[in-house]
């Protein structure tokens, strides 16, 4: 398969609480991307990288950290979690810039 | 910011009918990608055009750039339960430190036995 994968696949988790999503890939890609999917808004990046510790955000980064100490792993922290982050997150990976992602299997977060 | 727009945004139709969809956008882009997404899985990449006027064809599945780089169809011929889906195009800009992706929204595709 494509060599990427997000952990975990669901969770459930209180307002308030920290939550950090795991993106790891195996293909040795400088891009990484986290992005949130949902209804009426189609895909939306969070935040993106280019290189490890290089780090820049995206459209809704508001709530939203990241981290990439390895070129493998990409993690994304929602500091305090609110109901308005209850989504489908999705992370993604490219060769080149503005080319050919490949996207994880995401993972359903519900905060309640 | 730039939006690129899908029509339609639902389309529902019988196996073996041919249907065509569409990306459109006020801006120029230097590539467009399309992407199918399964429900419970992550879009997986279709096709990449970057030349205007480029046409590229995938089995069933035909993808024309338009000939200003601000536009993109998608037609498919003799349609199979199996292209049920959502498909998505993402319009990227060459140039400075772009390195993201512009998604539009998706045409949700169901086809009927």
């Known amino acids: 398969d494509a060599g990427i994968t997000q952990s975990p696949r669901h969770k459930v988790t209180e307002t308030g609480t920290p939550v950090t999503l795991r993106c790891h890939q195996t293909?040795?890609?400088?891009?990484m991307y986290w992005y949130r999917q949902d209804p009426g808004h189609g895909l939306r990046l969070i935040h993106y990288s280019y290189g490890v510790k290089d780090t820049d955000k995206g459209e809704v980064s508001d709530g939203y950290s990241v981290s990439r100490s390895k070129t493998e792993d990409f993690l994304l922290t929602l500091e305090s979690a609110t109901s308005s982050q209850t989504s489908v997150y999705f992370c993604a990976i490219s060769e080149t810039r503005g080319r050919g992602y490949t996207f994880g299997s995401g993972t359903r977060l519900t905060v309640v | 910011t730039q939006l690129l727009e899908q029509s339609p945004q639902f389309l529902s139709i019988q196996e073996g009918e041919n249907l065509t969809v569409y990306c459109n956008s006020s801006s120029v882009f230097s590539s467009l990608q399309w992407y199918r997404q399964e429900p419970g899985e992550g879009p997986v990449l279709l096709v990449t055009?970057?030349?205007?006027?480029e046409v590229k064809k995938l089995k069933r599945l035909t993808f024309q750039f338009g000939d200003a780089r601000k536009d993109s169809s998608l037609h498919i011929t003799a349609a199979q339960p199996g292209d049920t889906g959502l498909y998505l195009c993402?319009?990227?800009?060459?140039?400075?430190?772009?390195?993201?992706?512009?998604f539009g929204k998706g045409t949700l595709l169901t086809v009927n036995p």
């Open positions: 293909e040795n890609h400088r891009y």
């Open positions: 055009v970057v030349t205007g006027g």
């Open positions: 993402a319009g990227s800009n060459s140039g400075g430190s772009n390195y993201k992706l512009t």
